[in-house]
DNA sequence: CGAATATATTGTAAAAAATACAATAATTAA
DNA sequence: TTAATTATTGTATTTTTTACAATATATTCG
């Protein structure tokens, strides 16, 4: 190699992982606990340093695995961000991924960086570390935009959820409403939603039918020039 | 800060852009041959490792400028790729950009790097270095995404255009065609293609109208709600 | 057991948008 | 003047979107 590109050859690259979750009280942003500097003591988004021997993908993998202990996670790379000073510690470029988890398959699991995680719903984010925030607003968009065209709100509901459901789930993040009646009618027709015969139990009135997302379906119907729409 | 840092601290990133252009004949991308190793003497997508003091985005504007010399030029981040022997000389990440460019605006402005370059139709790219080959299908197909939900198409076409010429553009791209009358109606509806009151000179036929965008109109109209589509 | 309470479920008419389809107009060249 | 070439325009039909409210099914409480 060239003298000359040797100078190159002095950043770090990290990944970062915006994961969303939902529950009845709205969307949710998990944030961990930094254990260790830079930014001791201060929540923050679940990232890492890149190893030379790693692969991007392999490593933003790595980070949500190890963060949750899931697997098969519906994930999605974002956008980098490459500001000279976003990071103390020299130039750190990173990665941003979002990613989508089925908030009641989440179960604590610290890794060995993060002494703590949370959930933080999408209104009450704290002041983060780096360019954090910048991140998480961009990650935000990003969802707003890519769920009214990909059928990828299922990631965040239970394998089995009702319409009701799936309505508060749009309304959330679209921030907007929609008339029950003309929103059923519209995703029933899509047909990749299917009844699956059970009902809603526990609740303290009629009990709504549960559906589930069937991707085979949605993947023969964009094979035939269908464009989901929301 | 901490020696265990100090290993991460040895990547490079670089940026590559996919430089569209369009005329007559169809889409296009601009590509360098290269003047120096690695792959020295091969067509590549321009490209550049970016400086320790560099900000990304300034670095990927700095490689666009220096190739076509042209400014304001409409750029977007793609995705970054980061597979580890991706690059022959070690550790080197690339932020892939896509820019739009004005083919009539462009002329040749060879830079220190690039000894030629050249456009070359979408449909005859060669065999690429690095995984060039790969972050233009990408390009490609982000650019197909793209067109149809945000009015980039313009960027492509002289400021002045034909209905006509913007027709071809769209089904060009979008690999498909549209009936001249819907066509025509549902872009006039838009109503942010203006006429300019000139005509056309030095066509053999009858003269067709010239518009414009109004950038100014889309702007007003997105934020009443209003959505584009093709 | 009946009534109150709470949420789930469903249809239809009107308006808007998308689609399918072909004749006429304006220019240059011969 | 005619031929050749491309530009321009309208309408009827179908499909999609929108607006709007009554009935159904479960639990809880008296």
């Known amino acids: 190699m060239d003298k000359h590109f040797e100078s190159y050859f002095k950043a770090a690259v990290s990944v970062d992982n915006v ?71 020299g130039r750190v470029f990173t990665v941003a991924y979002f990613a989508l988890i089925k908030i009641e398959d989440y179960h604590l699991h610290p890794s060995s960086w993060a002494e703590e995680a949370a959930w933080f719903p999408i209104g009450e984010i704290p002041d983060l570390p780096f360019d954090h925030n910048e991140i998480l607003a961009f990650a935000k968009d990003q969802l707003k935009t890519k769920i009214r065209r990909q059928p990828i709100g299922f990631e965040l509901l239970p394998k089995h959820f009702t319409l009701t459901e799936l309505q508060t789930l749009y309304e959330s993040i679209l921030e907007t409403e929609f008339d029950v009646r003309n929103f059923r009618k519209k995703i029933l027709s899509m047909d990749f939603i299917t009844d699956t015969g059970l009902k809603q139990t526990s609740v303290t009135h009629r009990p709504a039918k549960l559906f589930k997302y069937n991707a085979k379906k949605y993947n023969n119907l964009i094979n035939t020039g269908f464009a989901f729409d929301l």
């Open 19 to 89: 994961v969303f979750g939902f529950d009845h009280t709205g969307l949710k942003v998990l944030l961990i606990y930094r254990g260790a500097d830079p930014y001791r003591n201060c929540w923050a988004l679940p990232g890492d340093l890149i190893s030379l021997d790693t692969n991007l993908s392999d490593s933003a993998e790595k980070v949500l695995q190890d963060l949750t202990g899931l697997d098969q996670i519906y994930m999605e790379q974002i956008h980098t961000f490459g500001k000279v000073d976003r990071h103390p510690y």
